[in-house]
């Protein structure tokens, strides 16, 4: 019986309107007798048939009238309880006229007049009494055989009491809340409970408390506790097997569907960053109305940072990109969402192709320049230094040369920490860039020619970008491992997508033009320890379930990742996340004659002698793990 009733979506309107109808018609009958009992008459004299019709066409016009008939009934609200109050009120209202008119005109009561008030108060009683009983079985049909987890919700702020209620009005149920967990260890003598929902502290660990709750599982809900308590918390979790769900911030949370903004704890959510305040004041008046172009648009954080930029309403964004189908799909994706408001103009185009990529510069005259076109992959571009020279030097070469002739107001190239100290043709490769567009904006700021604003960010990993450590990890886990990490010590710098793209946005507007901006990008990650979260998240045993293998370091791979040489200092700015590194000044002409000294003999060249010539012009760059080592030695 239950799985038949769970199979209706819901009840149809018409039929909702029946049920109402009999419920007028059993209050008639339940009115009638109850005052029989106590020696009187509903229905005076014998009128029982036409007070009968009287009474349906009342109340099936106020039924149309409030349409209480509208709503699905499982879903029902205190707005369906107030519709149903309103259309009793009325039909009251209605049957009182109706009675006062046939007295004194044909001197014939057809009610008594206590007599319709205690019937519509059976008929509201009845009506709201069906909207229960229907809620209960269809809850009972959606629910039988389902075991709701027991929680406990870390937090006792006011995000957390509002998850806790709308968990609580929630149908069907999923969780079934036994306590707050206080994290700032001063709850107020009158404050014991909130809900009916005990709020406590830790007097002992988290999985101690859940067992003293009968509880399998817990909700973070305060994004106050810094990353150390965090990951305390975490461990506890995933080493006594206790489920860990988020809950995001939100303000008003839609009570029939909270279950499904509380997710499984990803490892994104183990940064535990608070979020970045941007000003956004000052990068709408930047932003707003300009024609802006992203190259490397399709990848991870050049979509990213056309989501973000659509947001502060630029006229035009170009998007430019060599990846075809991302091209394609980011732009649906914009346009979807943003309909006509905004121009999007999609090209698919290498940016070291200086014939075509000026020709689509020239057309558009951008007056932002967000550059993050650029081949990332350490050990690929190891084995093609032509290519991560091409792509990573000349293509940022032609987008900030560009810039300059077509007078774009300001030029943001997205570098990487890998830069800092390279050990590898990927990073040598976006070090000279960074040397390039330093130079020309300090050969510009000197000769006060231009009019272009160059920045540099520079920042390290970003959590589940494409072909990064994380979705190669989920992918593992799917297949049921092993996991391979390259070292058991390998540590790297981790951020998320929003947050770099973010940062990029802000640093992009501050300064004069040629700084390096630097994010902090707090502390480094152990990749096993990487690991053995997302083994553990995603329900299995480390070394049971799925294995670790190391499988040794990768051509041009560090241990350890830096964001500034030793050498280097930083500034602070006015944003703590971002800081500017200093460096010497840099001459334009070696660089640049360098640089057009490799382009020159590009084909003739082999990757030895292009790898060679990065050192001459960057004598920090020490390969590590690579065949290029030997020319270290020479």
Not at 12 to 39: A, K, N, Q
Not at 386 to 398: D, E, H, L, R, Y
Not at 437 to 462: A, M, P, Y
Request: proline fraction near 3%; glycine fraction near 4%; charged fraction near 20%.
């Amino acid at each position: 019986m239950y799985s038949f009733i769970s199979s209706f979506k819901y009840l149809p309107r018409w039929l909702v309107f029946s049920f109402d109808i009999g419920m007028v018609l059993f209050s008639i009958v339940l009115s009638y007798y109850f005052f029989e009992r106590v020696g009187n008459r509903f229905i005076i004299g014998d009128t029982i048939l036409y007070a009968t019709i009287a009474i349906l066409s009342v109340y099936s016009l106020s039924f149309v009238v409030f349409r209480t008939f509208s709503g699905i009934i499982r879903h029902s609200t205190l707005v369906d309880v107030l519709k149903i109050l309103l259309s009793n009120v009325f039909s009251m209202t209605c049957l009182f006229i109706v009675n006062f008119i046939c007295n004194h005109l044909f001197g014939v009561k057809i009610f008594l007049y206590h007599g319709i008030f205690i019937f519509s108060l059976f008929t509201f009683l009845l009506m709201f009494l069906l909207r229960l009983f229907v809620k209960e079985v269809y809850d009972k049909s959606n629910t039988r055989g389902r075991i709701k987890e027991k929680v406990l919700i870390l937090g006792d702020g006011n995000q957390a009491i509002s998850l806790a209620q709308a968990l609580s009005v929630e149908r069907p149920k999923r969780f079934i809340v036994k306590a707050f967990i206080s994290t700032t260890n001063k709850i107020s003598k009158t404050r014991k409970t909130v809900l009916n929902i005990p709020i406590i502290t830790l007097s002992k660990t988290l999985h101690q408390t859940a067992d003293r709750y009968d509880a399998t599982s817990v909700i973070i809900c305060d994004r106050e506790l810094d990353n150390k308590k965090l990951n305390e918390f975490i461990n506890d979790c995933l080493d006594n097997n206790l489920k860990i769900y988020s809950a995001p911030i939100i303000d008003n949370y839609d009570n029939k569907n909270v279950s499904k903004s509380i997710k499984n704890f990803k490892i994104q959510d183990l940064l535990n960053r608070k979020p970045i305040q941007l000003n956004f004041e000052k990068l709408s008046s930047i932003l707003k109305n300009k024609v802006v172009l992203i190259s490397g648009a399709a990848g991870s954080i050049g979509s990213e940072i056309v989501r973000q930029v659509v947001d502060y309403k630029p006229s035009k964004v170009v998007l430019i990109d060599i990846a075809e189908s991302p091209l394609h799909d980011l732009s649906l994706e914009i346009k979807s969402k943003l309909g006509d408001d905004i121009e999007i103009i999609s090209i698919v185009c290498d940016v070291s192709n200086l014939y075509f990529i000026e020709k689509h510069i020239s057309e558009h005259t951008p007056n932002i320049i967000y550059h993050a076109a650029a081949y990332k992959h350490v050990p690929l571009m190891e084995l093609n230094p032509k290519q991560a020279f091409i792509t990573n030097v000349i293509g940022s070469k032609n987008m900030a040369d560009l810039a300059v002739k077509y007078k774009a107001s300001n030029f943001v190239m997205v570098s990487t920490d890998k830069a800092v100290n390279p050990s590898n043709v990927m990073g040598a490769s976006k070090r000279m860039a960074e040397l390039y567009i330093k130079s020309l904006s300090q050969k510009l700021s000197s000769e006060e020619n231009g009019i272009t604003k160059f920045t540099t960010t520079r920042f390290g990993n970003v959590l589940g970008s494409n072909g990064s450590v994380v979705p190669l990890f989920r992918k593992q886990i799917r297949e049921g491992g092993p996991l391979t990490i390259t070292h058991p010590e390998i540590t790297r710098y981790f951020m998320t997508i929003p947050e770099a793209c973010q940062l990029v946005i802000e640093a992009g507007s501050m300064g004069k033009g040629g700084e390096i901006y630097v994010f902090d990008m707090g502390e480094p990650v152990k990749i096993v320890d990487l690991a053995k979260r997302m083994i553990q998240l995603a329900g299995f045993e480390v070394d049971k379930d799925i294995q670790i293998k190391f499988v040794g370091l990768r051509p041009g791979e560090k241990l350890y990742e830096e964001l500034i040489t030793q050498e280097a200092t930083t500034l602070p700015t006015h944003h703590p996340k971002i800081m500017i590194m200093k460096e010497e000044k840099i001459d334009y002409n070696v660089i640049s004659s360098s640089i057009l000294d490799i382009k020159d003999n590009i084909n003739i060249f082999d990757p030895s002698n292009i790898v060679l010539k990065f050192k001459q012009i960057i004598p920090e760059f020490i390969s590590m793990n690579s065949e290029y080592e030997k020319l270290d030695k020479k």
